[in-house]
């Protein structure tokens, strides 16, 4: 799962082909600026995840072991997380270094869900329980298994089906004004939407579940 202060990405449109070479040697990724965070999931044990990208936003595991351990075969490396849907998710209290209110950002990661979901399932993103205040990469909330932006009453609605137990490598951008979706290597929508995403301790990034509690 990787953050970027930029709303360009792995998929920009112009072709751009710069890397930077990850600490862990699990592969390359593209980068075309503003690496802000960076979590590869390759530690197999333990209790935290480590930032690769300099932000020292380590990730700490909560909720309980799944089979004995928080991790499951990789798609990029040995290693994936392991998320249960319940009480099992990474938090990174660290919130500096995250994009706030509507300044640029992208989100990516590699997702795979457990067989076929359609019903809703949570990824990874961060921000507040008002409108706009979300931050969040998401799928089946309309009971499709489609990957959907949650901006909290500011969101986006996707085409890509991915909550079939495959691996996709999802992303959203925000260029101050446009949230774009994209899926596998490829667009999928984008919609005007006025963001004001919060970085405040209270909704610290989290991968494997929303960032805000529901009610």
């Not at 969040?136 to 932006?149: Q, V």
């Not at 909290?152 to 004004?177: C, V």
């Amino acid at each position: 799962f990787a953050l970027f202060s930029s709303s360009s990405s792995a998929y920009n449109a112009s072709g751009t082909t710069e890397y930077y070479r990850l600490p862990n040697s699990v592969g390359y990724l593209p980068v075309a600026s503003g690496l802000a965070g960076w979590w590869a999931f390759d530690e197999g044990t333990g209790s935290s995840t480590y930032d690769y990208s300099g932000s020292n936003a380590t990730g700490m595991w909560n909720g309980s072991l799944i089979n004995g351990s928080h991790y499951s075969v990789g798609q990029v490396g040995p290693y994936a997380g392991n998320f249960d849907g319940t009480d099992n998710y990474t938090a990174i209290s660290a919130i500096s270094f995250l994009p706030a209110g509507s300044s640029a950002r992208t989100i990516t990661g590699w997702i795979k869900t457990n067989g076929i979901r359609n019903g809703r399932m949570n990824y990874f993103g961060y921000g507040g329980a008002t409108t706009g205040l979300a931050f969040d990469l998401s799928s089946g909330i309309n009971g499709d298994g489609k990957i959907y932006f949650v901006g909290y009453a500011a969101d986006l609605a996707g085409n890509a089906i991915i909550g079939d137990g495959n691996w996709h490598f999802i992303a959203a951008t925000f260029d101050g004004t446009t949230v774009t979706l994209y899926a596998n290597g490829s667009y999928d929508s984008s919609k005007v939407i006025s963001l004001n995403t919060s970085n405040i301790a209270t909704y610290p990034f989290v991968i494997g579940r929303q960032s805000y509690p529901d009610g």
